[in-house]
Antibody
Framework: EVQLLESGGDLVQPGGSLRLSCAAS????????MDWVRQAPGKGLEWVSG????????DYADSVKGRFTISRDNSKNILYLQMNSLRAEDTALYYC??????????WGQGTLVTVSS | DIVMTQTPLSSPVTLGQPASISCKSS???????????LSWLLQRPGQPPRLLIY???NRFSGVPDRFSGSGSGTDFTLQISRVEAEDVGVYYC?????????FGQGTKVEIK
């Protein structure tokens, strides 16, 4: 069974940093493209970033480009999102997921990031 | 960016009756590799999204066959043949063809 477990969310001041992690199990992590998606309170879904299976290709939403960095450790089956220069508008529930382009689908439970002074 | 427009935004349905949601994209979702990366998700109240359909019409494992997807190019549809109580929630379409990936606004399905 595919499992994705996010962690690292917290309350942080504007301008601060956080690193989110997503521990994957139940599938061959190194074979799949992964994404981060976020959902602000009471709002819809926003794609944040994606990374290729080997980690060599990365893409970002304009809203986070230059501030967030996606990475992965295929030896540990973990996906990361390093978040710097955080703003109030980054407040959201952050989900990791297997990019929904193959029969193997999975979406985590989410980790909450709150940016506030 | 590709804009995904869903209709209706709210859909009161009767248990056992069909339901249909439309999703239109501002550009063709056919990738250069020839595949159309259009998926559907359901977010039940208080829960994370759940993947239902990928590549227009393929159901993920465990998704009941009352859910079906269709369409091509810029016009796509999710159909529920007979709505059950557990189908209540917000449905989203998502395109993974072009960066940035984008979602529809969501369609809230509730029981009449």
């Amino acid at each position: 069974e595919v499992q994705l477990l996010e962690s690292g969310g917290d309350l942080v001041q504007p301008g601060g940093s956080l690193r989110l992690s997503c521990a994957a199990s139940g599938f061959i992590f190194s074979m799949y493209v992964m994404d981060w998606v976020r959902q602000a309170p009471g709002k819809g879904l926003e794609w944040v970033s994606g990374i290729s299976s080997g980690g060599d290709y990365r893409d970002y939403a304009d809203s986070v480009k230059g501030r967030f960095t996606i990475s992965r450790d295929n030896s540990k089956n973990i996906l990361y999102l390093q978040m710097n220069s955080l703003r109030a508008e980054d407040t959201a529930l952050y989900y990791c997921l297997i990019r929904p382009t193959t029969p193997v689908g999975g979406w985590g439970q989410g980790t909450l990031v709150t940016v506030s002074s | 960016d590709i804009v995904m427009t869903q209709t209706p935004l709210s859909s009161p349905v009767t248990l056992g009756q069909p339901a249909s949601i439309s999703c239109k994209s501002s550009q063709s979702l056919v990738h250069t590799d020839g595949t159309t990366y259009l998926s559907w998700l359901l977010q039940r109240p208080g829960q994370p999204p759940r993947l239902l359909i990928y590549k227009i019409s393929n159901r993920f494992s465990g998704v009941p066959d009352r859910f079906s997807g269709s369409g091509s190019g810029t016009d796509f549809t999710l159909q529920i043949s007979r709505v059950e109580a557990e189908d209540v929630g917000v449905y989203y379409c998502m395109q993974s063809t072009q960066f940035p990936h984008t979602f529809g606004q969501g369609t809230k399905v509730e029981i009449k």
